[in-house]
C-alpha cells in the first residue's frame, strides 16, 4: 500500500494493464519513487521492460486492426469515454492527493485542477457525436468526393511528472475518441494516476487492448518509441527529448505531436494595472513551484513604471507561504526531486554570475531541513541575452525585464528559442490583443492567464508541434483518406 498525506492509502502498483488484463512484469526490475517532502521512499513499483512493451504494443496492434473500436460509432464511443469521465470524477479526491504526494503540488491547488481530467473525456464525447468524420464534397465535374478522417492507429503517450495526470488525459482521451488504440507511459517518479485512469477505463468497460500501461524509465520510453508498430507518439515533456523523439520517429515517419518547454513572457503594457495584474502574476509565475511548462517567467515591465512594478510584486512573492503541502494553506510545496533542486540552483547561480539581481530569494528556505525546498527568487536587471532569461529553469525563478516602447517590448517577448504561451496586461484589451498578436506563441491570455482543456494548447518553434484540447487536439489522431466517386 502507499500511503498518501493524512493517512490516506493507495494500493501499491505491482502489475501492468494489457489487453483488459491486470499482468505480472516479465522482470523483477523496479523503480523506487521518493517523497519531496521527507526525502524517504514513497513506493517501489515494477518498471516495464522491452518484452512488456512489446506485448503492451501487440495489444494494441491487435485491437486496433481486428477489434471493434476502430469501427464503433462515433456515438458509442463517446458513450463509453462518458463513462470514463463518471468513474475519474468519483476518484477526484484521491487523484489530488496522489499529485500533491508524488510532485509536491499544494492540495489547494491539485483539487482545483483534477477536475480537467473528467471534462477532456467529457468533452471529446460531445465533439465526435457531431464530428465531420465523413465530408461530402463535389468536384467541378459533377462527382462526388467523400473525405474521411479516420484513427492514426497505435499511438503511444507518454507523459512527463509535473501534472500527471492531466496531461495524459489528454492524450488518452482524444486518441481513444478518434479510434486509436492506446499505449501509455507515464514519467517514472508519477506512476499513481496513470494506475487510476487504467482502472477507471477497464470499469468502463472499454474493449480488450484498446488501452494498455507500460510505466517505465528512459530506456523503456525510447523503446517503445523506436517500436516499429507504433504509428504515432504523443509526448509532453523537455524540448532535448522532443527533438530526440522526432529524430527516431522520422525514420519511420511516424506521426508526431510535441509538447515542449516555453520561456513564457507576461508583457505589462505601458497602461496595464499593476494592482490588477498582480494576482494572475503571482499564481502563474511559479505555478506548481516553477515546475509548469507555461509559466510566466519573463514579465517584461515598462522601463519608467519598473521600479513601482517591484514595490508591488517583490513583497507579494516574500509574502507566499511554503509549507506542507498537504496543508490546505501551503501555497509553494518543494520541488519535486533532488536533481530538480540542484538544476535550479545551478540556474541561480548562472544569474548572478551573469550579471543580473537577485532581488529576492536565492537560497534553500530556513526552517526546511528535509524536503526539496527553494526560495521564491526573483531576479532583476536581465537581459535577454542572459542565460537565465532564455533557458527554462522550471523552478520557481522569474526574470524582470525592463523595456523602452511596445517595439522592443515585442522583440524582447520573442527572443527565446521558444513559444508556448504568455500573457498580455493593457486597460484596453483591444491594445492587448493587438500586441498579443505580435507575440509569436502558441497560446496567449489578455489580463491574466486561461489555460482551457476544451481549446487548443501548443507551441511555436522549440515549444513543440501539434495542439492537445479543442478540434485541434482530436485532428492529431486522425488520418485524413479521399474518396472519389467515379460511377
Known sequence: MVRLQQGKVLKAPDQF????????????????VLSPVTEERLLSYPEAAPAD??????????AFDHGPW?????RDRAAALRRVASLITDRLEEIAWAWTTQVGAPISLTRKLVPQN??????YADLIENFPFCDTRHRDDGGEVRVLREPVGVCAAISPWNAPMVLLSYKIAAGLAAGCTMVAKP?????????????CIEAAGLPRGVFNLVPAGRAGGDHLVRHRDVEKVAFTGSTAVGKHIMRVCSDRLARVSLELGGKSAAVLLPDADFAKALPSLMVYSMPITGQVCFSLTRLLVPEARKAAFLDMFLPAVRAIKLGDPSDPATQMGPLAMDRQRTRVEEYIAAGR????MLACGGGRPRGFDTGYYVEPTVFTDVT????????????????????????????????????????????????????ARRMRTGGLTVNGLIVDPKHPFGGYRESGMGREGGPEGLENYLEVKTVHMAG
Open 53 to 62: 512493451i512489446d506485448r503492451a504494443v501487440a495489444a494494441a496492434r491487435t
Open 17 to 32: 494493464f494489457m489487453n483488459g488484463d491486470w499482468v505480472a512484469p516479465a522482470t523483477d526490475r523496479r523503480i523506487d
Open 70 to 74: 476502430p469501427r464503433m460509432p462515433a
Open 187 to 199: 514519467s517514472p517518479e508519477t506512476p499513481l494516476e496513470a494506475y487510476i485512469l487504467a482502472e
Open 118 to 123: 473528467a471534462t477532456l473525456f467529457s468533452h
Open 384 to 435: 535577454p541575452d542572459m542565460k537565465i532569461a532564455q533557458e527554462e529553469i522550471f523552478g520557481p525563478v522569474v526574470s524582470v525585464i525592463g523595456y523602452s516602447d511596445e517595439d522592443d517590448a515585442a522583440r524582447k517577448a520573442n527572443a527565446t528559442p521558444y513559444g508556448l504561451n504568455g500573457a498580455v496586461y493593457s486597460a484596453d484589451p483591444e491594445r492587448g490583443f493587438a500586441f
Open 353 to 356: 554570475a551573469g550579471g543580473a
